[in-house]
């Protein structure tokens, strides 16, 4: 994958979630600013999502721990623990922010 190909995929997947962020109804905050997306959940909780380039990873870092996904097939695949990204982020969403955001 060249740096090109990891910029459309990480953008696909930033509006996937921002689209679902929007749907859903909760009160997330989510701002993003030069490849890095804030989500802020109404009980304080924050989550920080930013693009790995040199990498070709997409970062997760939670209030419990930081994940790193690299594109698997078409999964984003955490590199220590196997969890994909969106089900590990909906996952966290519920676990730390409190709401329902099925990704």
């Known amino acids: 994958m060249n740096d090109s190909e990891f910029h459309a995929l990480a953008d696909a ?26 989500l802020t959940f109404e009980n304080g909780v924050k989550f920080v999502i930013n693009r790995q380039e040199p990498l070709h990873q997409i ?8 994940h790193h996904f690299a594109l698997q097939g078409d999964q984003w695949i955490d590199n220590r623990q196997g969890h994909e990204l969106l089900s590990w982020l909906s996952l966290q969403a519920k676990r ?8």
Do not use: F, K
């Open 13 to 38: 997947i930033y509006e996937h979630i921002e689209a679902r962020i929007d749907e859903s109804g909760e009160d997330i905050e989510c701002e993003t600013v030069g490849g890095v997306m804030n």
């Open 59 to 66: 970062w997760l870092a939670t209030r419990e721990n930081g």
């Open 96 to 103: 730390q922010g409190g709401v329902e955001l099925p990704l």
